[in-house]
């Protein structure tokens, strides 16, 4: 792997090749010992061969492998600022797929999903609106930071028993989580206060042409 490329796992199936060479050898073997040139004996070689196929199939499935499989890098805007929290989000990401993949509590799970979407929306939106750089240059310096350390202490914690400290911090843990999902909804809703402020302003404007042309109202 080249160094620098960031890369995830991913877990792929690797099918066995046992049914296929089985397939092969009861042609083989028919070939070699049995008459093949009557269409009855082409109908029981194909029945013959479909089942060993099937069978060392269901007895040799195969195995599951975790592979690396290199990200594909954002592109870069020129922006040096866009470009570098775009960076920042995708290593956040990153990180909260791997959290995801640890820790085994549905609903964390689920919250965890949610604030990815989210934070996936809030780094995309600067690349599109480099205005919002210092609302999310905010975000990526407190909120994002302070919810992969409570997450990571949680993966933590998960495997450290069920005393009453370590209970009770799962729990808080849990309980925030609800707060912070809203939190970075209102934090993306807030990046589109500039844009609705714009629409507003183009629409009095064009409603104020509109009356002076004589064009407003239900007639026009």
Wanted: glycine share 6%.
């Amino acid at each position: 792997m080249e160094r620098g490329v960031s890369v995830t796992k991913k877990t792929v199936w690797r099918r066995s090749a046992l049914p296929f060479y089985g397939t092969a050898a009861v042609y083989i073997l028919w070939c070699l010992f049995l008459p093949l040139y009557k269409l009855w004996h082409f109908a029981l070689l194909a029945a013959l061969s479909v089942g060993t196929y099937f069978l060392l199939r269901r007895l040799f499935p195969g195995t599951r492998e975790e592979v690396d499989v290199p990200e594909p890098e954002p592109e870069r805007t020129g922006d040096a600022q866009v470009d570098a929290l775009t960076a920042e989000g995708q290593q956040a990401l990153k990180e909260l797929r791997r959290l995801r993949a640890s820790i085994h509590e549905p609903t964390v799970r689920t919250r965890i999903d949610e604030i990815a979407v989210l934070t996936e929306k809030i780094f995309e939106d600067i690349r599109s609106d480099p205005k919002d750089v210092p609302q999310v240059k905010r975000f990526a310096g407190y909120y994002l930071p302070t919810t992969m350390k409570l997450l990571n202490a949680y993966d933590r914690m998960s495997g450290e028993g069920t005393g009453e400290n370590v209970s009770g911090t799962l729990r808080r843990i849990e309980d925030i989580l609800d707060t912070t999902v809203a939190a970075y909804q209102k934090q993306y809703d807030a990046l589109f206060a500039n844009e609705a402020l714009d629409i507003e302003t183009d629409i009095t404007v064009l409603e104020s042409m509109l009356k002076r042309e004589g064009l407003g109202g239900k007639d026009f």
